[in-house]
Nanobody
Framework: QVQLVESGGGLVQAGGSLRLSCAAS????????MGWFRQAPGKDREFVSG??????HYADSVKGRFTISRDNAKNTVYLQMNSLKPEDTAVYYC????????????????????WGQGTQVTVSS
């Protein structure tokens, strides 16, 4: 069982930056594929970014603005979000799964076994 706790959300003006963190329990964190998803009001949850071993993948909407990274010693995955836009407003969720990902399709369509409770990101115009 893996528990995920997100933090770092908040209110920021357009063009600003935030860094989300997701702290995971467990002793095999380095083996997990970690993903970030988001859900805006009235919309479906969507993939944002993922990291699997050394591979990373980003949704087209955030490519070049967001960076995912992990610190295995701290059991933590980060999402650095720069040049934020109002359309980035959503609840951001961290997810974990033991299955590795190698392709864009795998990152976006394979399920994740564990989810955090989410953290709100609001970008004002």
């Amino acid at each position: 069982q893996v528990q995920l706790v997100e933090s770092g959300g908040g209110l920021v003006q357009a063009g600003g930056s935030l860094r989300l963190s997701c702290a995971a329990s467990g002793r095999t964190f380095s083996r997990y594929t970690m993903g970030w998803f988001r859900q805006a009001p009235g919309k479906d949850r969507e993939f944002v970014s993922g990291i699997s071993l050394s591979r990373t993948h980003y949704a087209d909407s955030v490519k070049g603005r967001f960076t995912i990274s992990r610190d295995n010693a701290k059991n933590t995955v980060y999402l650095q979000m720069n040049s934020l836009k109002p359309e980035d407003t959503a609840v951001y969720y961290c997810a974990a799964d033991l299955r590795p990902r190698a392709t864009a399709q795998a990152f976006q369509t394979l399920g994740y076994d564990y989810w955090g409770q989410g953290t709100q990101v609001t970008v004002s115009s």
